[in-house]
């Protein structure tokens, strides 16, 4: 309901919605810290982030995206950012400088690179993470191990391997297993 509010705030500029979703969004809040819900917490702090920036308090914004991150950087989640794209950017770039944890201005960082792109650019299409396997694979590149040696090593195939390589280069968005080892370093999965 919060996220049809700032829709309808954003097309139609009545203040109502979004003092609307604001207060939605205070009692969500409540109600996931007493019930122990800290993935849903940290999806309401997130749009209690993009709520205040709608009504214009831009350092209202912050506090609640820095426990947001806070929160999702143990677990790694992503998706909840990214999927708040630009609405997000800018807050992201103030908060990161008031971030106390080096590992939480890293997954900020991160974030940033992963769901921004220069003015006038799309955002890039960010897709689902890694699976485990994937992971698996991924170190096992990173460890310089050819598609066979790590066919052998899985008891895979190696063309399920190839097919796993290209998988995990989309999801990436890279070209190369340099670039994959690389793309992973900077997001904290290596």
């Keep these: 309901m919060a996220r049809v509010l700032l829709a309808s705030f954003d097309r139609y500029r009545r203040e109502a919605d979004v003092n609307q979703a604001h207060g939605l969004l205070t009692r969500l809040e409540r109600g996931a810290r007493d019930g122990g819900r800290g993935r849903s917490l940290i999806e309401v702090l997130v749009l209690r982030s993009v709520t205040a920036t709608a009504r214009g308090d831009l350092q209202g ?37 008031g971030l106390s944890s080096p590992a939480v201005a890293r997954f900020c960082r991160s974030l940033l690179e992963a769901g921004t792109a220069a003015p006038g650019q799309p955002a890039p299409d960010w897709l689902e993470p890694l699976t485990d396997r994937e992971r698996e694979v991924l170190g096992l590149i990173a460890q310089g191990l050819s598609n066979g040696a790590i066919a052998q090593r899985l008891f895979r195939a190696e063309s399920t391997i190839k097919g796993q390589n290209r998988v995990i280069f989309e999801k990436l968005q890279v070209k190369s297993r340099t670039e994959a080892i690389a793309r992973a370093r900077e997001l904290g999965i290596l």
């Design 61 to 97: 914004a912050l506090p609640p995206l820095a426990e947001a991150l806070t929160l999702a950087e143990p677990e790694g989640f992503v998706r909840v950012f990214l999927d708040e794209g630009r609405a997000l950017t800018e807050s992201l770039r103030r908060v990161e400088e």
